[in-house]
């Protein structure tokens, strides 16, 4: 069995994503999985919350070779992190959509590195948006995680989201967790977390991720 694929991503910036995808990827590598994160944003939180920094090269250089000489460049780009079994591929401020020639280009990439041999576990975190790059990361994965808000507009967001991943790509990842974020267990939160397991059933995770400031301390530490 290959790696799982897994792409964190949203219609929405603010929803928690890059932490939700910095988390995971520690807490997986610490309980003994190989892990890879990969970074397809150009604000590169995530390269910097797990330590690697911005480093070249990086998931823009490996966008910008031919298919034939991107894999080669992606093995350059996988860099260790300070958690063992936790590697990352960095992104940098000058990524963006005119990088992706083709929104399989990652999928056929990650597929000539045989990158199952190496990890259990691959995350893809993402800029908020339905682009060229979310397209790419999209195409490339198995399955689809979506941190969220629990608010009117973020539900409707995903319900469109699910739309226009059937209608584009439908041979991509589909969605498979949905992530409630920022809980305060107030009747108003829990009302949409209803209504989100209405909409989607089995795909809302049970345990939502409390609104908490330890997230935003262990970030700076």
């Known amino acids: ?23 995971t990827a520690q807490a997986l590598a610490l309980t003994g999985h190989r892990v890879l994160a990969i970074d397809n944003d150009s604000q590169h939180n995530l ?22 000489q991107a894999p080669s460049m992606f093995l350059k780009s996988v ?16 990524l963006c959509d005119d990088d992706v020639k083709d929104r399989m280009f990652l ?4 597929d000539r590195c045989g990158l199952q041999r190496y990890y259990d576990v ?3 975190d993402n800029a908020p948006g339905m682009d060229r790059l979310q397209a790419a990361s999209i195409c490339a994965c198995d399955e689809i ?14 319900a469109e989201m699910e739309s226009i991943l059937q209608e584009r790509y ?14 305060r267990d107030t009747k ?22 409390p609104l908490d400031n330890v997230f935003d301390e262990l970030i700076t530490e």
């Open 1 to 23: 069995m290959g790696a799982r694929i897994i792409t964190i991503t949203s219609g929405k910036g603010g929803v928690g994503k890059t932490t939700f995808t910095g988390c």
């Open 122 to 124: 691959i995350l893809i």
């Open 47 to 68: 390269s910097t919350m797990l330590g690697t920094g911005v480093h070249r090269p990086g998931i823009r250089d490996v966008y910008r070779e031919d298919i034939s």
């Open 79 to 94: 860099r260790q992190s300070g958690v063992p079994g936790l590697h990352v591929v960095t992104s940098n401020r000058e």
């Open 188 to 209: 108003r939160q829990n009302s949409f977390i209803a209504a989100l397991r209405t909409m989607f059933p089995g795909k809302v995770i049970d345990t939502p991720i």
């Open 170 to 183: 439908p041979q991509a990842g589909r969605i498979t967790k949905i992530i409630p974020n920022f809980y």
């Open 145 to 158: 995680f979506v941190p969220t808000e629990l608010r009117q507009f973020a539900i409707d967001g995903i």
């Open 107 to 110: 999928k056929q990439c990650l």
